[in-house]
């Protein structure tokens, strides 16, 4: 073979070899988690191994739209992953367990289906908590049975002029969390003596109580949290008319209810909070039930392997601002 | 103007009569076009971030519609790389003569198929599914791929580039529109090829490789079917062929007659059109109807794009001719005045093809960093921001293409139309009309 042949063969083979060969190289050696919206198999892998202190380096990336990451019951800011771009997050788990990730944008109808898990293994010197009993376990409350109030206020009651009619009565009773988290609002409404007090002054005197069993702190992170999830469903006024509620509604009509054997299986409009007959029927209990099971079937998601048990409760006393008109702007 | 012959000059001649020169260019489009496949199919499946994308369908496709083919005609056939692996195989060889005895079966292309009639089929095929194409990259990768076999499997079969002169789905309007460049390749003198023995420029020699292109230079005429690959250049021992800067649209002052390159010509004008109603246009349900191929909305938005090409622009460009009738045949007239639609198409596709990249073009720079969406920086661009440039001047610049592109056609006709033997106005009147629609799609 003549040199000019030979020199030809051997650019071309350099030259394939670089432009394939060494793409392929590195390819094979970057692991990506790809996030898809979930009709699209959502993440992938979905299920990550991990050890007990040791950082553990994940690589992110997005197939289509914007998605978020985080990882429930654990301190962490939420990080956007974008189209084609990689994100690096590196997390260190202190304790072994199954931790849920899940997306942080309201990347599509099935949005809150995003989810994966990261199994950590290993022991840490602290011994294991055994997880509390939710309250409405506790209490046997059927989470799924109507709960509607037979008495509703005429008007938004105000925590305010509640607070100025609270200092003739005796409510140190209902002022304890226990009895707080236990009752539904009309429960305490029945409960206040009738005494001299209107109606609507009892139900000032119950949107008082039930803002002194949270803090401006505690109803500013149930408001953040509440944005961040539960307003693409719901609403951001909590009147149940987020953006994908009229999709949850017609995906519940074309799918749900055509499956065998599910006919109850039925996708729901999302609750309306602004519903007084609903909420005032609603003990925190109830709504912290809801929240840490969700829905079965209805759409609701499970956010149990997600929030803290103080990131529900904050949560379930932001839904009641839906109803009492609070001291202060809630921030 | 007269002709300036370019391989006058010796740096000029030594560049192309020396192989190595565009053969290192060849492989590395190879390697370009190598890797976009590989980007196509592992690379992210998020267009805007994929080299497959953004490099061909964006920074390729740019530079062909804007630069190459308006100046250069066929200047990117004479550096694609999509016929080299085929066109090797078939002589067992890269750079060495090829052997006497034929490696491969080397049939000859069928006669009836030896127009741009397959061409039209393939570009129209690309064309209907071109949204979801060039949004895609993994179809991008096999598309580019298929094209890579598909010339490869022609080549074991056929002689000579068989792929790029009857198949290629953008060989062919390149070929159309190449008769608008200002650069040819001729022979200097015809007495000269009629003597010469064994016409080496076509039957190759120890030099070079017989015209893969399958045409005699001596017989060149038009730019259409000369793919500028220099062989001749190499391979001629009288010296006789040049490459020339001539005046643009030198060959539409004698027009061919052809009806698959009068098609070409209303596929490609139409294609624009549509292009620019479905993809830049604010018709929502339409840009769905392309993209959800396979289903009816797609085959209505299908049959209605084949229905304007094949029946709709025809049928006015003949009702707008017939009514002049002469001796010329009706065929003639209509194949021979569709010459105008030359340039006027062309300038279509730059004022189309303006609107997009430089919507995109910034695209490249963060692509260039990281071309498979693997978080790769290599040139530290990689977060570069997208955003439109030369916005201001768009608008003014895709004006002047189209009003340039009728006052271009309008000369064109003129001279189709003494050759036709008929009046101009008709054909004026038509360009006219379509560059208002082209306008009031695009501005």
């Given at each position: 073979?003549?040199r000019?042949?030979?020199l030809?063969?051997?650019l071309?083979?350099?030259?394939i070899?670089?432009a394939?060969g060494?793409?392929?190289f590195?390819w094979?050696?970057?692991p990506?988690?790809?996030?898809?919206i979930?009709?699209?198999?959502?993440?992938?892998?979905?299920?990550?191994?991990?050890?007990v202190?040791?950082?553990?380096?994940?690589?992110?990336?997005?197939?289509?739209?914007?998605?978020?990451?985080?990882v429930?019951?654990?301190?962490?800011?939420?990080?956007?992953?974008?189209?084609?771009?990689?994100?690096?997050?590196?997390?260190?788990?202190?304790k072994?367990g199954?931790?849920?990730?899940?997306?942080?944008?309201?990347?599509?109808?099935n949005?809150?289906?995003?989810?994966?898990?990261?199994?950590v293994n290993?022991?840490?010197?602290?011994?294991?908590p055994v997880p509390?009993?939710?309250?409405?376990?506790?209490?046997?409350?059927?989470?799924?049975?109507?709960?509607?109030?037979?008495?509703t206020?005429?008007s938004?009651p105000s925590?305010?002029?509640?607070?100025?009619?609270?200092?003739?009565?005796?409510?140190?009773?209902?002022?304890?969390?226990g009895?707080?988290?236990?009752?539904?609002?009309?429960?305490?409404f029945?409960?206040?003596?009738?005494?001299n007090?209107?109606?609507?002054?009892?139900?000032d005197?119950v949107?008082?109580?039930?803002?002194?069993?949270?803090?401006?702190e505690?109803?500013?992170?149930?408001?953040?949290?509440y944005?961040q999830?539960?307003?693409?469903?719901?609403?951001?006024?909590g009147?149940?008319d987020?953006?994908?509620?009229?999709?949850?509604?017609?995906?519940?009509?074309?799918?749900?209810?055509?499956?065998?054997?599910?006919s109850?299986?039925?996708?729901?409009?999302?609750?309306?909070f602004?519903?007084?007959?609903?909420?005032?029927?609603?003990?925190?209990?109830l709504?912290?039930?809801?929240?840490?099971?969700?829905?079965?079937?209805?759409?609701m998601?499970?956010?149990?392997?997600?929030?803290?048990?103080?990131?529900?409760?904050?949560?379930?006393?932001?839904?009641?601002?839906?109803?009492?008109?609070?001291?202060?702007?809630?921030? | 103007?007269?002709?300036?012959?370019?391989?006058?000059f010796?740096?000029?001649?030594?560049?192309?009569?020396?192989?190595?020169?565009?053969?290192?260019?060849?492989?590395?489009?190879?390697a370009?076009?190598?890797?976009?496949?590989l980007?196509?199919l592992i690379?992210?499946p998020v267009?805007?971030?994929?080299?497959?994308?953004?490099?061909?369908?964006?920074?390729?496709?740019a530079t062909?519609i804007?630069?190459?083919v308006?100046?250069?005609?066929?200047?990117?056939?004479?550096?694609?790389?999509?016929?080299?692996?085929?066109?090797?195989?078939?002589?067992?060889?890269?750079?060495?003569p090829?052997?006497?005895k034929?490696?491969w079966?080397?049939?000859?292309?069928?006669?009836?198929?030896?127009?741009?009639?397959?061409?039209?089929?393939?570009?129209?095929?690309?064309?209907l599914?071109s949204?979801?194409?060039?949004?895609?990259?993994n179809?991008?990768?096999i598309?580019?791929?298929?094209?890579?076999?598909?010339?490869i499997?022609?080549?074991?079969?056929?002689?000579?580039?068989s792929?790029?002169?009857?198949?290629c789905?953008?060989?062919?309007?390149?070929?159309?529109?190449s008769?608008t460049?200002?650069?040819?390749?001729?022979?200097?003198?015809?007495?000269?090829?009629?003597?010469c023995?064994?016409?080496?420029?076509?039957?190759?020699?120890?030099?070079?490789?017989?015209?893969?292109?399958?045409?005699?230079?001596?017989?060149?005429?038009k730019?259409?079917?000369?793919?500028?690959c220099?062989?001749?250049?190499?391979?001629?021992p009288?010296?006789?062929?040049?490459?020339?800067?001539r005046?643009?649209?030198?060959?539409?002052?004698k027009?061919?007659?052809r009806?698959?390159?009068a098609?070409?010509?209303?596929i490609m004008?139409?294609?624009?059109?549509?292009?620019?109603?479905v993809?830049?246009?604010?018709?929502?349900?339409?840009?769905?109807?392309?993209?959800s191929?396979g289903?009816?909305a797609?085959?209505?938005?299908?049959?209605?794009?084949?229905?304007?090409?094949?029946?709709?622009?025809?049928?006015?460009?003949a009702?707008?001719?017939?009514?002049?009738?002469?001796?010329t045949s009706?065929?003639?007239?209509?194949a021979t005045?569709?010459?105008?639609?030359?340039p006027?198409?062309?300038?279509?596709w730059v004022?189309?093809?303006l609107?997009?990249?430089l919507?995109?073009?910034?695209?490249?720079?963060?692509t260039?960093?990281?071309?498979?969406?693997?978080?790769?920086?290599?040139?530290?661009t990689?977060?570069?921001?997208w955003?439109?440039?030369?916005?201001?001047?768009?608008?003014?610049?895709?004006?002047?293409?189209?009003?340039?592109g009728?006052?271009?056609?309008a000369?064109?006709?003129?001279k189709?139309?003494?050759e036709?033997?008929t009046?101009?106005?008709?054909?004026?009147v038509?360009c006219?009309?379509?560059?208002?629609?082209?306008?009031?799609?695009?501005?």
């Amino acid at each position: 073979m003549k040199r000019s042949e030979l020199l030809s063969r051997v650019l071309i083979t350099v030259a394939i070899l670089g432009a394939v060969g060494m793409p392929l190289f590195f390819w094979m050696g970057t692991p990506l988690i790809h996030a898809q919206i979930a009709e699209d198999g959502g993440w992938s892998p979905d299920i990550i191994q991990a050890e007990v202190g040791q950082p553990l380096h994940l690589r992110l990336t997005s197939d289509d739209v914007i998605h978020g990451f985080a990882v429930g019951q654990m301190e962490m800011d939420a990080v956007d992953v974008e189209p084609g771009k990689v994100k690096d997050v590196t997390l260190t788990f202190d304790k072994p367990g199954i931790y849920t990730f899940f997306c942080t944008r309201w990347c599509g109808l099935n949005h809150w289906r995003m989810r994966g898990t990261i199994e950590v293994n290993g022991s840490n010197a602290d011994a294991e908590p055994v997880p509390a009993i939710p309250l409405y376990v506790t209490l046997n409350l059927d989470i799924d049975a109507p709960h509607e109030s037979s008495v509703t206020p005429s008007s938004q009651p105000s925590a305010a002029r509640g607070q100025q009619l609270a200092g003739d009565l005796s409510i140190t009773p209902f002022t304890d969390p226990g009895f707080y988290r236990a009752n539904a609002p009309y429960q305490l409404f029945e409960a206040l003596a009738p005494g001299n007090l209107s109606d609507p002054e009892r139900w000032d005197v119950v949107g008082f109580i039930w803002q002194s069993n949270t803090t401006p702190e505690a109803l500013a992170n149930g408001k953040r949290l509440y944005a961040q999830n539960c307003a693409a469903c719901h609403g951001e006024n909590g009147a149940g008319d987020g953006v994908f509620a009229d999709d949850l509604a017609r995906a519940g009509e074309s799918s749900m209810q055509n499956m065998t054997g599910a006919s109850g299986m039925t996708m729901k409009t999302p609750v309306d909070f602004t519903d007084p007959r609903q909420m005032l029927g609603a003990s925190p209990a109830l709504l912290q039930g809801k929240i840490l099971r969700g829905g079965m079937g209805t759409g609701m998601p499970m956010w149990g392997s997600i929030f803290t048990e103080e990131q529900i409760w904050d949560l379930v006393a932001y839904l009641y601002s839906f109803q009492f008109e609070y001291q202060g702007e809630v921030q | 103007m007269a002709r300036v012959e370019l391989t006058r000059f010796p740096l000029i001649k030594s560049a192309v009569k020396n192989r190595w020169p565009q053969l290192a260019v060849l492989i590395l489009m190879l390697a370009g076009y190598l890797f976009a496949i590989l980007a196509g199919l592992i690379g992210t499946p998020v267009g805007s971030h994929n080299f497959s994308i953004v490099f061909v369908w964006i920074a390729w496709w740019a530079t062909l519609i804007l630069v190459a083919v308006p100046f250069f005609g066929r200047g990117w056939c004479a550096v694609c790389p999509i016929p080299l692996p085929g066109e090797w195989l078939q002589r067992g060889a890269i750079v060495a003569p090829p052997d006497k005895k034929p490696k491969w079966l080397s049939l000859r292309w069928p006669r009836g198929l030896r127009n741009i009639w397959l061409q039209n089929i393939s570009f129209l095929l690309l064309a209907l599914f071109s949204s979801v194409l060039l949004t895609t990259p993994n179809i991008t990768g096999i598309v580019l791929a298929g094209m890579l076999f598909a010339a490869i499997g022609l080549s074991t079969v056929f002689e000579r580039r068989s792929f790029c002169r009857y198949l290629c789905p953008v060989g062919g309007f390149i070929g159309l529109y190449s008769q608008t460049a200002p650069i040819e390749l001729r022979i200097k003198d015809k007495q000269v090829c009629v003597k010469c023995e064994g016409k080496p420029c076509y039957n190759g020699s120890a030099d070079g490789y017989g015209c893969p292109w399958d045409v005699f230079p001596g017989g060149l005429a038009k730019n259409s079917y000369c793919g500028l690959c220099m062989e001749c250049i190499r391979t001629c021992p009288h010296d006789n062929i040049a490459i020339n800067l001539r005046p643009f649209s030198a060959d539409l002052a004698k027009p061919s007659a052809r009806m698959d390159e009068a098609f070409k010509a209303f596929i490609m004008l139409g294609s624009a059109m549509v292009y620019a109603g479905v993809l830049l246009g604010p018709w929502g349900a339409m840009k769905d109807a392309a993209y959800s191929v396979g289903t009816g909305a797609w085959f209505v938005y299908a049959a209605v794009f084949l229905a304007i090409i094949f029946v709709i622009m025809p049928s006015l460009f003949a009702l707008c001719i017939s009514r002049f009738e002469n001796l010329t045949s009706f065929k003639k007239r209509f194949a021979t005045l569709s010459t105008a639609l030359i340039p006027l198409g062309l300038m279509f596709w730059v004022a189309f093809s303006l609107s997009f990249v430089l919507t995109n073009a910034t695209y490249i720079f963060a692509t260039l960093s990281d071309p498979l969406g693997l978080g790769w920086n290599l040139f530290r661009t990689a977060e570069a921001a997208w955003q439109p440039m030369l916005t201001s001047v768009l608008a003014p610049g895709q004006t002047l293409a189209l009003v340039g592109g009728l006052i271009w056609s309008a000369r064109t006709a003129q001279k189709a139309a003494n050759e036709a033997k008929t009046p101009s106005i008709p054909v004026l009147v038509y360009c006219f009309i379509a560059t208002l629609v082209m306008l009031w799609l695009l501005v």
